[in-house]
T-cell receptor, first 116, second 114 residues
Framework: EAGVAQSPRYKIIEKRQSVAFWCNPI?????LYWYQQILGQGPKLLIQ????????DSQLPKDRFSAERLKGVDSTLKIQPAKLEDSAVYLC??????????????FGPGTRLTVL | AQSVAQPEDQVNVAEGNPLTVKCTYS??????LFWYVQYPNRGLQFLLK??????LVKGSYGFEAEFNKSQTSFHLKKPSALVSDSALYFC????????????FGSGTRLQVQP
């Protein structure tokens, strides 16, 4: 089966610009996650969707980050305006049924963002 | 709050030797533990998980992990390392109470020398 798709793979922007990332999860997966992975650290959850509803966005910097999953399939994560500290890899993951704690998350290849 | 510690930034091992990558955790309730591997410029690939039952979990590419409740550890092991195992390894935990988000450790870089 096809894996989690993400685009673009790389993005370079200047601070205060805006940027958007796209993710298409594995077909049939109800739950979608966005993670931020700063160099040298493990991924940190930004937001979790169950179908098209938000389950957990407690770690999302809502003053500049936004995300949507309008039709319960693909998702977009936006940063506006970007700061230098937003430089990171943004990973999208999906799972069949995220409400189950034992569910396995499958990750896309990520988008590497560099903010200059 | 849940947390994961991977005490070694890097583990070096010779090809053919056994390898261990350490992980300890803290979580409310029962722990669900995961290991992922990350190759350069790639996303995380799932290796194995512990849910319940047998403390020794077998996963992909010959890896296994041992769950130890009393020591709150979930160490990743492989009997014979390959050069191609060289990568970044992440341990992650999720509890069955409280916040259900997956919490990752900071990662351990495994270097297998020929």
């Amino acid at each position: 089966e096809a894996g989690v798709a993400q685009s673009p793979r790389y993005k370079i922007i200047e601070k205060r610009q805006s940027v958007a990332f796209w993710c298409n999860p594995i077909s049939g997966h109800a739950t979608l996650y966005w993670y931020q992975q700063i160099l040298g650290q493990g991924p940190k959850l930004l937001i979790q969707f169950q179908n098209n509803g938000v389950v957990d966005d407690s770690q999302l910097p809502k003053d500049r980050f936004s995300a949507e999953r309008l039709k319960g399939v693909d998702s977009t994560l936006k940063i506006q305006p970007a700061k230098l500290e937003d430089s990171a890899v943004y990973l999208c993951a999906s799972s069949l049924e995220g409400a189950i704690a034992t569910d396995t998350q499958y990750f896309g290849p990520g988008t590497r963002l560099t903010v200059l | 709050a849940q947390s994961v510690a991977q005490p070694e930034d890097q583990v070096n091992v010779a090809e053919g030797n056994p390898l261990t990558v350490k992980c300890t955790y803290s979580v409310s309730g029962n722990p669900y533990l995961f290991w992922y591997v990350q190759y350069p410029n790639r996303g995380l690939q799932f290796l194995l998980k512990y849910i319940t039952g047998d403390n020794l979990v077998k996963g992909s590419y010959g890896f296994e992990a041992e769950f130890n409740k009393s020591q709150t550890s979930f160490h990743l092991k492989k009997p014979s390392a390959l050069v191609s195992d060289s990568a970044l390894y992440f341990c992650a935990v999720r509890g069955d109470t409280g916040r259900r988000a997956l919490t990752f450790g900071s990662g351990t870089r495994l270097q297998v020398q020929p």
